[in-house]
């Protein structure tokens, strides 16, 4: 068959395949090119779940009459003039291609005006590539997009559609997704006629929070904590939610660089390590996070409807994503619970007179007797903070009261029930030490270098030509975690020390999974899970075991540690360690106040 130039409407065709991939793919590019115009408002209709009509009118700069052309010109765009551009794009798209392509297989009318102009202009296809010259048409500044009939001219991709219920529930996440990265904007979604959701946009942390409920919903806001950490020309900001609101699906994660959504497999990958012994086995975390980098850092243009980015520096991106997230979950403690143990005001004791007021608390043993009674569950009364734990003001100086409040009594040996100013608190007493022991372990293990064992004969790992050169090239890495191998072949590979805590262990396999992160991420936690691994199991065994009968003194002691302890929300398995029942939820109980 002798080669051809393909014509123009099959190219745009084939081009809207990448981009174009349902009603929800022209609502994304859509209200992209809006916020790229400056939009601050934006409002969204739809029908039949977008198949009939997608119409997004904004309030951004607009379009002058004579560049309306060239805006469903294929290869042409205001974003970028030059390779200096393409390598650092700041805006959300910049291709030149999604309204030509989407004109293609849609009919397609754009209407726009300029603040400078008297009135707009509007162009208008017919779905094969055919405009008419602009006309004049009453708009007020700014654009409207209107796409009607999509498919109408492919209809074996029309079939692969589902319903109009599940293609308007695609649509109606990318329109989440979007407004999440913009809190400033005014945003209305109508489907069929009918009010969707109604965005205001706010600058103020009260107006933000009432608007991340409403797109995330308010479970999420309840169990969230607000994070922002900067370094290395990096910022990492947003909300991560306690792991135990943890998900069974990984449907409420929202990652955004540079305000673009993405689906990343290195982001993905770097906060789930973040919660790596939090969460329960099998769960997924749930979050909402903003990147923000130099954009000559990330390369945008990695994929064709560009949901992935590439970074110049991965590994480096990474690690500053997983230590701030594995070091705002190790606050995750009873003395900062977002939400639990509020502050006790004035009002609320007069409301509510605490049980242990005018001299009268059972707390009046020292903390320094109740840490040496609880030795003995540790072994050694001196021992109780983790090595390199700083002790925080286990007081709280409204109330003169710890944050867990003070033991009343053990309840079938295995919770402890404690007073508080705020209500009544319940600990699982097993899953509470659990966790500080465990921590306690790590924090002597992190103290020095992984202590290796040397092999009597070393063991030969077979493995193909790219991981040999890359465990030669990543020696350095590999003995930090505590390999120690050697090259013995152009396919051979021969450990000849190993972590001595994994020593019975499956250390072949291990190795190639380190290889096999080192090649994908640039480094690797394997090593440092396994070991944790075997740390978890001793501090579940060496535990104080359920039943066990405590005295007051040792139970004050327990919530002592907890409130020093990191990740004490949680056990080892993600369980939670203790909640609460406030005196408000006491008193509906008993219908105190009707």
């Not at 502050?343 to 059972?362: E, I, K, L, N």
């Not at 790219?466 to 020696?475: M, N, Q, S, V």
Request: charged fraction near 25%; charge should be negative; hydrophobic fraction near 40%.
């Amino acid at each position: 068959m002798p080669i051809r130039e393909l014509p123009p409407q099959l190219v745009n065709q084939i081009a809207a395949g990448e981009v174009v991939e349902r009603p929800a793919s022209v609502m994304k590019e859509l209200l992209e090119n809006a916020l790229d115009a400056g939009a601050t408002r934006v409002e969204l209709d739809v029908e039949a779940g977008g198949v009939k009509l997608i119409r997004v009118r904004d309030n951004g700069g607009g379009i002058p009459q004579d560049d309306l052309p060239l805006a469903v010109a294929r290869h042409a765009t205001s974003k970028i003039g030059s390779l200096e551009d393409l390598e650092r794009v700041a805006t959300l798209g910049f291709r030149g291609e999604a309204l030509p392509s989407i004109g293609s297989v849609a009919r397609l009318q754009l209407t726009s005006r300029t603040a400078a102009s008297e009135h707009g202009w509007r162009i208008e296809g017919d779905g094969h590539g055919n405009y008419a010259a602009p006309a004049p048409a009453a708009h007020a500044p700014g654009t409207s997009v209107e796409v009607r009939d999509l498919f109408f001219n492919t209809p074996a991709r029309r079939k692969f559609l589902k319903s109009e219920q599940t293609e308007f529930g695609h649509l109606d996440t990318v329109v989440r997704r979007i407004a999440l990265a913009r809190h400033g904007l005014d945003l209305e979604l109508r489907h069929n006629g009918r009010p969707m959701l109604a965005l205001r946009g706010s600058a103020d942390e009260a107006g933000i929070a009432r608007r991340l409920q409403e797109l995330v919903g308010p479970e999420f806001i309840e169990h969230a904590f607000h994070i922002r950490q900067i370094s290395a020309g990096l910022s990492l900001s947003g909300w991560l939610a306690r792991p135990t609101f943890s998900r069974s699906q990984a449907d409420l994660q929202y990652f955004y660089v540079n305000g673009r959504v993405v689906r990343d497999k290195l982001l993905a990958h770097a906060v789930r390590l973040g919660f790596h012994d939090v969460l329960f086995h099998g769960r997924h975390p749930a979050y909402v996070l903003y990147l923000e980098l130099d954009p000559a850092r990330v390369d945008v243009n990695a994929h064709p409807a560009k949901h992935e980015v590439r970074f110049r520096d991965s590994r480096l991106v990474h690690d500053f994503v997983f230590r701030t997230v594995e070091e705002a979950l190790a606050g995750t403690t009873p003395q900062v619970a977002g939400g639990a143990m509020p502050t006790v005001g004035p009002t609320s004791q007069s409301a509510h007179q605490h049980p242990y007021s005018d001299g009268q608390r059972q707390g009046s043993m020292q903390v320094g007797d109740m840490l040496a009674a609880y030795g003995a569950l540790h072994g050694s009364a001196t021992e109780i903070s983790p090595p390199g734990f700083s002790a925080p003001n286990l007081v709280s100086p409204e109330s003169g009261v710890p944050p867990l409040g003070y033991a009343l009594a053990q309840l079938h040996g295995i919770y402890i029930l404690a007073a508080s100013p705020e209500g009544l608190v319940l600990v699982d007493m097993h899953a509470a030490h659990e966790r500080i022991t465990y921590e306690r372990m790590k924090a002597a293990l992190h103290q020095g270098s992984v202590v290796t064992q040397p092999l009597l004969v070393p063991t030969p790992v077979p493995v193909s030509r790219r991981e040999a050169d890359l465990a030669e090239a990543e020696g350095e890495a590999l003995a930090a975690n505590g390999f120690v191998v050697e090259r013995r072949g152009p396919e051979s590979l021969a450990i000849r020390e190993v972590p001595a805590l994994l020593v019975r262990e499956d250390t072949v396999k291990l190795l190639r999974d380190l290889l096999a992160d080192l090649a994908e991420h640039g480094e690797s936690r394997r090593v440092g899970e396994s070991l944790e691994r075997v740390l978890a199991t001793s501090a579940c065994h060496t535990s104080v075991r359920a039943h066990r009968e405590l005295t007051l003194a040792e139970m004050n002691a327990l919530l002592r540690d907890m409130e020093r302890t990191p990740r004490a929300d949680q056990c080892n398995h993600g369980r939670p360690t203790w909640t609460r029942l406030s005196l408000p939820e006491l008193d509906r109980l008993f219908l105190r106040g009707r």
